[in-house]
C-alpha cells in the first residue's frame, strides 16, 4: 500500500501542479528542515511552497523520479514512518541527485496522508546540483 501512494505521489510531482501534491498531505502539515526547525503549513501556504520546489526542480531538468524505500515502521495504531531515497532524474533517465527524506503517514481509513516531512539531505543535495538551496 505504501508503494501505491508513493507511485501516486510522484505522479502527482511530476504534473509539476501543487494541488495534484496537496491531495497527499494532511494539513496543517509540518516540514522539518535539515537543521531541525519546524515549518508548519496551511494548504495555501504549502501551494506556494510547492510552486517554488517545482520550478527549482524543472530549473535543474527533473523529468523522471524513482525511489527506493529503505525503512518502514508503525510510529502508532495510525501512523507509518517511512524512510525514503528519491533519485532525481532527466527524462533520459540521468541521474542528477540522490536524496533522502522520511515521512510522517496517517492512515485517515481512505488511505495514507503526508503528516510531517522531515528533510535529512535533500537541500544539501540540491544545492550541489544548482547551487543554491531548496
Do not use: C
Amino acid at each position: 500500500m505504501i508503494d501505491n501512494f508513493l507511485e501516486l505521489y510522484v505522479s502527482a510531482f511530476l504534473s509539476f501542479a501543487p494541488s495534484a501534491i496537496n491531495e497527499h498531505y494532511e494539513f496543517p502539515a509540518i516540514l522539518y528542515t535539515e537543521s531541525g526547525e519546524a515549518v508548519v503549513f496551511t494548504e495555501e501556504q504549502f501551494t506556494t511552497n510547492s510552486q517554488n520546489l517545482l520550478q527549482q526542480y524543472k530549473s535543474i531538468g527533473v523529468g523522471k523520479i524513482d525511489y527506493e524505500i529503505l525503512n518502514e515502521s508503525q510510529a502508532s495504531n495510525s501512523l507509518r514512518l517511512i524512510v525514503v531515497l528519491w533519485h532525481f532524474k532527466k527524462s533520459n533517465g540521468e541521474l542528477i541527485y540522490s536524496a533522502q527524506t522520511n515521512y510522517l503517514l496517517k492512515n485517515s481509513g481512505n488511505g495514507y496522508k503526508i503528516a510531517s516531512v522531515i528533510m535529512v539531505n535533500e537541500s544539501t543535495e540540491f544545492s550541489k546540483v544548482a547551487g543554491k538551496q531548496i
